[in-house]
Antibody, heavy 123, light 106 residues
Framework: EVQLVESGGGLVQPGRSLRLSCVGS????????ILWVRQAPGKGLEWVSC????????AYADSVKGRFTISRDNAQNSVYLEMNRLTAEDTALYYC????????????????WGQGTMVTVSS | SFELTQPPSVSVSLGQTASISCSGD??????ICWYQQKPGQSPVLVIY???KRPSGIPERFSGSNSGDTATLTISGTQTMDEADYYC?????????FGGGTRLTLL
């Protein structure tokens, strides 16, 4: 069974940092791109970042560019999201999701999602 | 940035056909996918590459994409289909989601 498990969320003060983790199982982790998508309370889905299977392609939404860094460690079946200079607008449930098709990242769909980890930015 | 526009809500009677639109500039030139999200749950992929259904998704879900508009159609809508639906597309190396449509059964 394909599983993605996020962790690392919590309550953090504005301007501080947080590191999220996503661990995958039940599939060949290093064949697939992984994306982070967030959802503010009561709001819609917002793409945050993506990383290709070999970290060759990395992209960010404009809203987080320069503050967030995505990375992956295929030996640990893990993807990370380092979040710096957090603001209240970053408060959301953060999901990691697996690409449907192997190798490609651009143009892919997301066929498996974790349960999400909640990040709350507040003083 | 590339924008996708969905109606905030769509209502349908039990057993009837629901259509949810997603519009964007030259959307027909891109692949669209659709996600279903029920309250308190993670999104589920229901349509990818405009018209394909992942395994396990009922045949009553179908999709189309042409011109500036993509459409998710649910035929014979059931109570379990009541949910939020999001369209998604890629624009170069970035991902766009529509704002979401709440499907309500009358």
């Amino acid at each position: 069974e394909v599983q993605l498990v996020e962790s690392g969320g919590g309550l953090v003060q504005p301007g501080r940092s947080l590191r999220l983790s996503c661990v995958g199982s039940g599939f060949t982790f290093d064949d697939y791109a992984i994306l982070w998508v967030r959802q503010a309370p009561g709001k819609g889905l917002e793409w945050v970042s993506c990383v290709s299977w070999n970290s060759d392609i990395i992209a960010y939404a404009d809203s987080v560019k320069g503050r967030f860094t995505i990375s992956r460690d295929n030996a640990q079946n893990s993807v990370y999201l380092e979040m710096n200079r957090l603001t209240a607008e970053d408060t959301a449930l953060y999901y990691c999701a697996k690409a449907l098709r192997t190798i490609t990242v651009i143009g892919n769909s997301l066929d498996a999602w974790g349960q999400g980890t909640m990040v709350t930015v507040s003083s | 940035s590339f924008e996708l526009t969905q109606p905030p809500s769509v209502s349908v009677s039990l057993g009837q056909t629901a259509s949810i639109s997603c519009s964007g500039d030259k959307l027909g030139d891109k692949y669209i996918c659709w996600y279903q999200q029920k309250p308190g749950q993670s999104p589920v992929l229901v349509i990818y590459q405009d018209v394909k259904r992942p395994s396990g998704i009922p045949e009553r879900f179908s999709g189309s994409n042409s011109g500036d508009t993509a459409t998710l159609t649910i035929s014979g809508t059931q109570t379990m289909d009541e949910a939020d639906y999001y369209c998604q597309a890629w624009d170069s190396t970035t991902v766009a989601f529509g704002g979401g449509t709440r499907l309500t059964l009358l």
